[in-house]
Protein backbone atom coordinates (compact mmCIF):
# COMPACT_ATOMS: atom_id res chain seq x y z
CA UNK A 1 0.00 0.00 0.00
CA UNK A 2 1.17 3.37 -0.98
CA UNK A 3 0.85 6.69 1.25
CA UNK A 4 -0.36 10.36 0.81
CA UNK A 5 1.22 12.71 3.38
CA UNK A 6 -0.65 16.02 2.80
CA UNK A 7 2.40 18.41 3.94
CA UNK A 8 1.62 21.51 1.70
CA UNK A 9 -0.43 23.99 4.46
CA UNK A 10 0.54 27.23 5.63
CA UNK A 11 0.31 27.26 8.84
CA UNK A 12 -1.38 30.52 9.96
CA UNK A 13 -2.19 29.92 13.21
CA UNK A 14 1.27 28.85 14.27
CA UNK A 15 2.80 32.16 13.34
CA UNK A 16 5.51 33.67 13.61
CA UNK A 17 6.53 30.27 13.97
CA UNK A 18 5.64 28.62 10.48
CA UNK A 19 7.14 32.10 8.52
CA UNK A 20 10.15 30.59 8.38
CA UNK A 21 9.15 26.55 9.33
CA UNK A 22 7.15 24.65 7.28
CA UNK A 23 3.95 23.54 9.84
CA UNK A 24 5.51 19.54 8.34
CA UNK A 25 9.05 20.18 10.10
CA UNK A 26 8.08 21.68 13.11
CA UNK A 27 10.50 19.81 15.85
CA UNK A 28 8.47 17.73 18.44
CA UNK A 29 11.20 16.81 21.03
CA UNK A 30 13.80 17.41 18.50
CA UNK A 31 12.48 15.17 15.80
CA UNK A 32 10.66 16.93 12.38
CA UNK A 33 6.66 16.16 12.62
CA UNK A 34 7.30 14.70 9.17
CA UNK A 35 9.90 12.16 10.73
CA UNK A 36 7.80 10.85 12.77
CA UNK A 37 5.19 9.90 10.17
CA UNK A 38 7.97 8.16 7.71
CA UNK A 39 9.22 6.36 10.87
CA UNK A 40 6.48 4.95 11.67
CA UNK A 41 4.18 4.32 7.90
CA UNK A 42 7.76 3.35 5.94
CA UNK A 43 8.67 0.73 9.06
CA UNK A 44 5.46 -0.75 9.08
CA UNK A 45 4.50 -2.15 5.78
CA UNK A 46 3.66 1.29 3.87
CA UNK A 47 5.62 0.76 0.04
CA UNK A 48 5.75 4.35 -0.67
CA UNK A 49 5.24 7.96 0.32
CA UNK A 50 3.77 10.95 -1.53
CA UNK A 51 4.83 14.11 0.06
CA UNK A 52 3.03 17.50 -1.74
CA UNK A 53 4.66 20.76 -1.14
CA UNK A 54 3.64 24.58 -1.56
CA UNK A 55 4.92 26.75 1.77
CA UNK A 56 8.77 26.97 2.32
CA UNK A 57 9.14 23.63 -0.45
CA UNK A 58 12.69 24.34 -0.83
CA UNK A 59 13.16 23.39 3.17
CA UNK A 60 11.22 20.52 2.48
CA UNK A 61 12.96 19.26 -0.31
CA UNK A 62 16.10 19.44 1.69
CA UNK A 63 14.96 18.01 4.92
CA UNK A 64 13.78 15.20 1.93
CA UNK A 65 17.26 14.51 0.33
CA UNK A 66 19.14 13.70 4.03
CA UNK A 67 16.33 11.68 4.83
CA UNK A 68 17.18 8.34 5.49
CA UNK A 69 13.75 7.10 3.76
CA UNK A 70 14.79 8.91 0.65
CA UNK A 71 14.50 6.46 -1.48
CA UNK A 72 10.68 5.58 -0.74
CA UNK A 73 9.76 9.55 -0.55
CA UNK A 74 8.42 10.99 -3.60
CA UNK A 75 7.63 14.52 -3.31
CA UNK A 76 5.34 16.82 -5.73
CA UNK A 77 4.74 20.25 -5.71
CA UNK A 78 1.66 22.42 -5.64
CA UNK A 79 2.32 25.98 -6.83
CA UNK A 80 -1.69 26.70 -6.16
CA UNK A 81 -3.31 24.87 -3.35
CA UNK A 82 -5.41 22.04 -4.63
CA UNK A 83 -6.95 21.26 -1.36
CA UNK A 84 -7.04 18.19 0.07
CA UNK A 85 -8.75 16.10 -2.19
CA UNK A 86 -7.48 17.96 -5.13
CA UNK A 87 -4.03 16.25 -4.23
CA UNK A 88 -5.37 13.33 -4.38
CA UNK A 89 -6.99 13.74 -7.95
CA UNK A 90 -3.53 15.21 -9.34
CA UNK A 91 -1.80 12.53 -8.32
CA UNK A 92 -4.28 9.81 -8.78
CA UNK A 93 -2.01 6.96 -11.03
CA UNK A 94 0.40 7.04 -8.38
CA UNK A 95 -1.58 4.91 -6.37
CA UNK A 96 -2.12 2.41 -8.90
CA UNK A 97 -5.57 1.53 -8.99
CA UNK A 98 -5.41 0.13 -5.43
CA UNK A 99 -6.09 0.89 -1.77
CA UNK A 100 -4.42 3.98 -0.22
CA UNK A 101 -3.92 5.68 2.92
CA UNK A 102 -3.97 9.20 2.67
CA UNK A 103 -3.00 11.80 6.67
CA UNK A 104 -2.40 15.27 7.61
CA UNK A 105 0.71 15.52 8.66
CA UNK A 106 0.23 18.42 10.71
CA UNK A 107 -0.90 16.19 13.61
CA UNK A 108 1.60 14.23 15.86
CA UNK A 109 0.12 10.52 16.56
CA UNK A 110 1.36 6.99 16.25
CA UNK A 111 -1.00 4.34 15.67
CA UNK A 112 -0.16 0.35 14.30
CA UNK A 113 -1.02 1.01 11.40
CA UNK A 114 -0.62 -2.92 10.74
CA UNK A 115 -4.03 -3.14 12.43
CA UNK A 116 -5.46 0.08 10.79
CA UNK A 117 -5.12 -1.61 7.03
CA UNK A 118 -6.67 -4.94 8.77
CA UNK A 119 -9.03 -3.38 9.96
CA UNK A 120 -10.23 -1.65 5.99
CA UNK A 121 -9.11 -5.01 4.57
CA UNK A 122 -12.30 -6.56 7.37
CA UNK A 123 -14.56 -3.62 6.43
CA UNK A 124 -18.19 -4.07 6.05
CA UNK A 125 -18.81 -4.78 1.90
CA UNK A 126 -20.16 -1.49 1.42
CA UNK A 127 -17.83 0.77 3.41
CA UNK A 128 -15.54 2.52 0.86
CA UNK A 129 -13.31 4.51 3.41
CA UNK A 130 -11.90 3.69 6.75
CA UNK A 131 -10.99 6.42 9.06
CA UNK A 132 -8.88 6.65 11.95
CA UNK A 133 -10.95 8.06 15.57
CA UNK A 134 -9.38 9.53 18.60
CA UNK A 135 -10.73 10.64 21.61
CA UNK A 136 -10.46 14.64 21.73
CA UNK A 137 -10.30 16.73 24.69
CA UNK A 138 -11.57 19.72 22.74
CA UNK A 139 -14.55 18.57 21.15
CA UNK A 140 -15.65 21.81 19.70
CA UNK A 141 -11.97 22.18 17.57
CA UNK A 142 -13.04 18.90 15.86
CA UNK A 143 -15.17 16.91 12.88
CA UNK A 144 -16.79 14.86 15.43
CA UNK A 145 -18.29 11.28 14.46
CA UNK A 146 -20.98 9.56 15.45
CA UNK A 147 -21.12 5.71 14.40
CA UNK A 148 -23.21 2.36 14.67
CA UNK A 149 -23.03 -0.93 16.55
CA UNK A 150 -20.99 -1.97 13.31
CA UNK A 151 -18.60 1.90 13.42
CA UNK A 152 -19.93 2.55 10.07
CA UNK A 153 -20.34 6.41 10.43
CA UNK A 154 -24.07 7.61 10.50
CA UNK A 155 -23.09 11.11 11.09
CA UNK A 156 -20.40 13.75 11.05
CA UNK A 157 -20.00 17.49 12.30
CA UNK A 158 -17.10 19.48 11.87
CA UNK A 159 -16.36 22.05 14.75
CA UNK A 160 -19.62 22.83 16.08
CA UNK A 161 -20.07 24.71 19.46
CA UNK A 162 -22.03 21.76 21.19
CA UNK A 163 -20.75 18.69 19.41
CA UNK A 164 -23.06 15.17 19.86
CA UNK A 165 -19.84 13.38 21.78
CA UNK A 166 -15.90 13.48 21.77
CA UNK A 167 -15.32 10.70 19.23
CA UNK A 168 -12.92 12.89 16.72
CA UNK A 169 -11.93 12.32 12.68
CA UNK A 170 -8.08 12.01 13.14
CA UNK A 171 -7.62 13.21 9.34
CA UNK A 172 -5.72 9.55 8.77
CA UNK A 173 -7.62 7.39 5.83
CA UNK A 174 -7.97 4.74 3.85
CA UNK A 175 -9.37 5.16 0.57
CA UNK A 176 -10.63 2.79 -2.13
CA UNK A 177 -10.76 3.88 -5.72
CA UNK A 178 -14.01 4.38 -5.99
CA UNK A 179 -13.45 7.15 -3.27
CA UNK A 180 -11.56 9.08 -6.25
CA UNK A 181 -13.49 8.27 -8.95
CA UNK A 182 -16.40 10.34 -7.08
CA UNK A 183 -13.91 12.78 -7.03
CA UNK A 184 -13.38 13.00 -10.67
CA UNK A 185 -17.34 13.11 -11.10
CA UNK A 186 -17.44 16.83 -9.14
CA UNK A 187 -15.83 17.71 -12.60
CA UNK A 188 -12.93 20.50 -10.45
CA UNK A 189 -9.09 20.63 -9.63
CA UNK A 190 -9.56 21.82 -6.14
CA UNK A 191 -11.69 19.38 -3.63
CA UNK A 192 -11.81 19.22 0.31
CA UNK A 193 -11.92 16.06 2.11
CA UNK A 194 -14.09 16.80 4.75
CA UNK A 195 -16.68 19.06 3.41
CA UNK A 196 -17.31 17.91 0.23
CA UNK A 197 -16.01 13.71 0.14
CA UNK A 198 -17.08 12.46 3.60
CA UNK A 199 -20.66 13.69 3.42
CA UNK A 200 -21.37 11.56 0.35
CA UNK A 201 -19.40 8.56 1.90
CA UNK A 202 -22.25 8.52 5.00
CA UNK A 203 -22.99 5.33 5.47
CA UNK A 204 -20.12 4.07 3.55
CA UNK A 205 -17.46 4.64 6.37
CA UNK A 206 -16.06 2.31 9.01
CA UNK A 207 -14.16 3.59 11.80
CA UNK A 208 -10.60 2.64 13.77
CA UNK A 209 -10.07 4.08 17.05
CA UNK A 210 -6.98 4.92 17.48
CA UNK A 211 -6.29 4.11 21.31
CA UNK A 212 -2.46 4.86 21.62
CA UNK A 213 -2.07 8.47 20.49
CA UNK A 214 -2.91 11.56 18.70
CA UNK A 215 -2.53 15.42 18.89
CA UNK A 216 -3.07 18.28 16.61
CA UNK A 217 -0.67 20.76 16.60
CA UNK A 218 -2.43 23.72 14.67
CA UNK A 219 -2.26 25.70 17.10
CA UNK A 220 0.69 27.13 19.84
CA UNK A 221 -1.43 25.47 22.81
CA UNK A 222 -1.67 22.19 21.14
CA UNK A 223 1.58 22.31 20.35
CA UNK A 224 2.50 22.89 24.08
CA UNK A 225 0.63 20.25 24.73
CA UNK A 226 2.01 17.90 22.28
CA UNK A 227 5.43 18.56 23.76
CA UNK A 228 4.55 18.32 27.72
CA UNK A 229 2.66 14.75 26.56
CA UNK A 230 6.00 13.65 24.38
CA UNK A 231 7.97 11.96 26.82
CA UNK A 232 5.37 9.81 29.29
CA UNK A 233 3.70 8.57 26.02
CA UNK A 234 6.09 7.94 23.59
CA UNK A 235 8.68 6.55 26.31
CA UNK A 236 6.06 4.26 27.16
CA UNK A 237 5.61 2.63 23.98
CA UNK A 238 9.12 2.55 23.39
CA UNK A 239 9.56 0.78 26.78
CA UNK A 240 6.64 -1.16 25.57
Known amino acids: MRALLLSAGLGTRLRPLTLTTPKC ?3 IYGVPLLDHWL ?7 IERVLINTHHLADTVRRHMRQSSWQDRIDLV ?3 ELLGTGGTILANRDYFGGR ?3 VAHSDNLTWFDVGAFIARHDARPPKAMITMMTFETDTPQSCGIVEQDAEGIVIGFHEKVANPPGTRANGAVYIFEP ?17 TEVL ?7 VTYENHAYHRDIGTQESLNKAHA ?6 G ?4 G
Open 99 to 101: AFL
Open 77 to 79: HEP
Open 178 to 194: AVIAFMVGLGKPVVDIC
Open 236 to 239: QMKR
Open 25 to 27: LIP
Open 199 to 205: PHFLGCM
Open 229 to 234: EYPKVF
Open 39 to 45: AMLLASG
